[in-house]
C-alpha cells in the first residue's frame, strides 16, 4: 500500500508540475492549428523555443521583464508570417514538412557557438541568469508549504481504507466529468455550470486530500510558479474558449472541413489560416517562456520529441476541444511517472535499472498512443465529427 502511496504521490506531482502546465499551454495553441484549423504544424517546439530564448536572453542582458516578454512574443509572431506566408496556400503535408525543417533549423541555430553569448550554445542559458525579476513578485513568502495541510494522514492514522475510499471517490468523480464534458454543453445554463463547478471542487479536494504535495512557498520549482503556470492555462483556455464560440472560430472549423466552400463564401481563407498560425504559436511562446523559468534554457530540451508530446497529449485528450489539451497534457505526464514508478518498484534491477525505466515508460506511452488513435481518433474528450480535415 506503501509503494502505491508513493507512486501515485508521485504522479500528483508530475501533473501538477510547471513543466506540465506550459506544455498544457503549448498544445492548446496546437489545438488552434491542427484541431481546429486542420493546419498540421510539427514544429511547435519551436515556437516555444523562441518565446522561452526572447524572455531569456532579454532578462539575461538586463531588460525588464515585460520587454523579455514582449520580444518572446515578437519573435514567434515574426517566425509564424515567415512560416507562413509560404506555405499556408499549399496543403497541410507540405506546411508538416516545413515546420518540423523550421524547428530543426531554430535549435540548431540556438546550439550554435557563434552564438555562445546570446544563447550559451548547447550548454543553454542558465535559469539563475533570468529567473529573478519573476521570483521576486512573488508574494507567497519563504519557507514550505503544502496545499492542503488537512490530508488522508489526519484520518485513522492514514489507514488503507480511508485511501481506498478516497481513490474511489476520485475515480467516480473524474468518470461524471468527463461523462458531462463529452456530451457536451456541460456548461450551459446556470444548474449546469454549478454542478460541474461543485464536482470540479470536489475532486480536486480529494486529490490534494489523498496525495499531499509540500513544496516551497517561493522558490526554484516553488509553489509561487505553479500559481502563475496553471493560472495562464486556465486563462488560456477561457481565451480559446470565447475564440471558437465566435464567427471567426466557426470559420477555422469550416477551414478544417472544406476551405473550398469557405472561399467560395468569399472568405480569405490565407488571411484566417495566418490568423490562427501566429494565436497558436503565440501560445506556444508562453509555453515555452512558463516552460523555462523553473529550469534553463536549452535548445535540445525543446526539440522534436517535445512536438510529438504536445501531439500525444492532445490527441490523448481530445481535438477540437477545449478542454482535451489540459485533460490530456496531464494524464499524459502523470501517466508516464506512474509507468516509471511502477517498473522501478515491482522490477528488479537485474531485469531493467532506473535509466531503463525512463525508456520503458515512453516506450508504453507510445504504445497507448497507438492504440487509441486506432480504436478512439478522438480521444477522451472528442468527437468523431471534428475530424474532418481538409488536407
Not at 470559420?251 to 481563407?269: C, F, M, Q, W, Y
Not at 508562453?286 to 535548445?299: C, D, K, M, N, T
Not at 492504440?371 to 474532418?388: D, M, S, Y
Request: hydrophobic fraction near 55%; glycine fraction near 12%.
Amino acid at each position: 500500500m506503501d509503494t502505491i502511496q508513493f507512486i501515485l504521490n508521485g504522479m500528483m506531482r508530475e501533473a501538477l508540475s510547471p513543466q506540465t502546465a506550459a506544455v498544457a499551454i503549448a498544445v492548446i495553441g496546437l489545438n488552434i492549428h491542427f484541431g481546429f484549423t486542420g493546419l498540421i504544424n510539427i514544429g511547435q517546439s519551436a515556437f516555444m523555443l523562441l518565446g522561452a530564448y526572447g524572455f531569456a536572453i532579454s532578462v539575461w542582458h538586463g531588460l525588464p521583464m515585460v520587454v523579455g516578454l514582449a520580444l518572446g512574443f515578437g519573435a514567434a509572431f515574426v517566425f509564424a508570417l515567415i512560416l507562413g506566408a509560404p506555405t499556408l496556400k499549399l496543403r497541410g503535408d507540405y506546411l508538416a514538412i516545413v515546420t518540423i525543417s523550421a524547428a530543426e533549423i531554430i535549435r540548431y541555430v540556438g546550439r550554435s557557438a557563434l552564438l555562445t553569448d546570446f544563447t550559451g550554445s548547447a550548454q543553454g542559458i542558465p535559469g539563475s541568469q533570468y529567473r529573478d525579476p519573476f521570483t521576486s513578485l512573488s508574494f507567497f513568502g519563504g519557507g514550505q508549504f503544502t496545499l492542503l495541510p488537512f490530508n488522508y494522514t489526519d484520518v485513522a492514522d492514514g489507514a488503507a481504507w480511508v485511501r481506498i475510499i478516497g481513490w474511489v471517490l476520485v475515480v467516480a468523480c473524474a468518470v461524471v466529468l468527463i461523462q458531462r464534458l463529452r456530451r457536451g454543453h456541460a456548461f450551459a445554463g446556470l444548474g449546469q455550470a454549478a454542478l460541474m463547478g461543485a464536482l470540479i471542487i470536489v475532486g480536486i479536494f480529494l486529490l490534494f486530500f489523498l496525495f499531499p504535495v509540500p513544496n516551497q512557498r517561493t522558490g526554484v520549482n516553488g509553489w509561487w510558479v505553479r500559481f502563475i503556470a496553471w493560472g495562464l492555462v486556465l486563462l488560456c483556455t477561457l481565451v480559446v474558449y470565447l475564440l471558437v464560440r465566435s464567427p471567426w472560430g466557426r470559420l477555422l472549423r469550416g477551414i478544417r472541413e472544406d476551405e473550398d466552400a469557405i472561399r467560395s463564401l468569399g472568405k480569405n481563407v490565407f488571411s484566417i489560416k495566418m490568423q490562427a498560425l501566429i494565436i497558436g504559436g503565440l501560445f506556444g511562446a508562453l509555453g515555452g517562456i512558463v516552460y523555462v523559468l523553473p529550469a534553463s534554457v536549452q535548445p535540445d530540451s525543446m526539440g522534436r520529441s517535445l512536438t510529438f508530446f504536445c501531439y500525444t497529449a492532445l490527441l490523448l485528450g481530445g481535438a477540437a476541444t477545449i478542454f482535451g489539451p489540459l485533460l490530456g497534457s496531464i494524464l499524459f505526464f502523470a501517466a508516464r511517472i506512474g509507468i516509471k514508478y511502477t517498473a522501478a518498484a515491482y522490477v528488479p534491477d537485474s531485469i531493467m535499472n532506473n535509466q531503463q525505466t525512463e525508456q520503458f515508460s515512453y516506450i508504453v506511452v507510445g504504445v497507448a498512443l497507438m492504440l487509441i488513435v486506432i480504436f478512439r481518433p478522438q480521444g477522451i474528450l472528442g468527437n468523431k465529427r471534428e475530424l474532418r480535415f481538409n488536407v
